[in-house]
């Protein structure tokens, strides 16, 4: 993998989120409804604490993370892009990882705000380090997965609607997996508990930095960026 490669179309995509209004208005909506939830805790429920901003983050990741990765590819398979950037000296890889990481930059751009809830608790109160270091360290690679799951959804189909919908629906399974354990028996709840993305947040943001959840979340955008690789090369040989 040619790192220089990875470095220009992550440039590229980076400057094509801030280019359009597209990604602007959806670290917009993303701040006002998290900035709604936390001031209504803070001032008409009265709890100065950024538990709010830690369980609203992976919630509104499940449409925030479609929506500014649904044309990445897709829009480029339906105009034809795609085809003439494969036929250049760039692998499937590096524009798969390229893209990856110009969207996990623009969710680190919408987190970067949030800093300033730690700054107004801190003002009211005693707020330990560990835990929100800990939960940010946790969203963001919470955010990491589901925005690899996005990248996958979109290089599936043309269509940026069809993407948003597929990468939506399995983002919602992933996060809803340690929901349903009380309906599963012992030995599938196990498993689905492990494969579950909430679950291992929940430790994280606890502030317990455990290196099986780490290994989990580096596994699984792994793999997702791998099988994203696999879906283009696919179509370069079909």
């Given amino acids: 993998m ?3 490669n990875v470095r220009t179309i992550f440039s590229k995509e980076l400057r094509s989120f801030f280019n359009s209004p597209v990604a602007y208005i959806v670290i917009v909506v993303f701040l006002v409804i998290l900035g709604w939830f936390f001031t209504s805790n803070l001032f008409i429920a009265n709890i100065s604490s ?8 992976p919630f509104l990741l499940l449409f925030f993370a479609p929506a500014i990765t649904m044309r990445l590819i897709s829009e480029e398979k339906k105009t034809g892009t795609l085809e003439l950037l494969i036929t250049k000296p760039v692998r499937e890889s590096e524009i798969i990882v390229g893209k990856f990481l110009a969207a996990w930059a623009l969710y680190v751009f919408t987190l970067l705000p949030t800093l300033c809830y730690y700054v107004i608790v801190s003002m ?15 969203l963001l690679l919470v955010g990491g997965v589901f925005l690899a799951v ?4 979109s290089a599936l189909t043309e269509n940026q609607v069809v993407a948003f919908i597929v990468s939506f629906l399995i983002v919602f399974g992933l996060f809803m997996l340690d929901k349903v354990l009380i309906y599963l028996p012992v030995s599938l709840a196990t498993v689905f508990e492990y494969i579950s993305v909430d679950y291992h947040f929940s430790n994280i943001a606890r502030g317990v930095i455990d290196s099986r959840d780490i290994i989990y979340y580096g596994s699984a955008i792994t793999f997702l960026l791998m099988l994203g690789t696999a879906i283009l090369q696919k179509r370069r040989w079909s």
Avoid: D, K, N, W
């Fill in 2 to 4: 040619s790192f220089s």
């Fill in 50 to 57: 950024l538990r709010t901003v830690f369980e609203m983050t």
């Fill in 124 to 138: 009211i109160g005693h707020l330990e380090l560990g835990p929100v270091v800990g939960g940010y360290l946790g």
């Fill in 150 to 153: 996005s990248i996958v959804g």
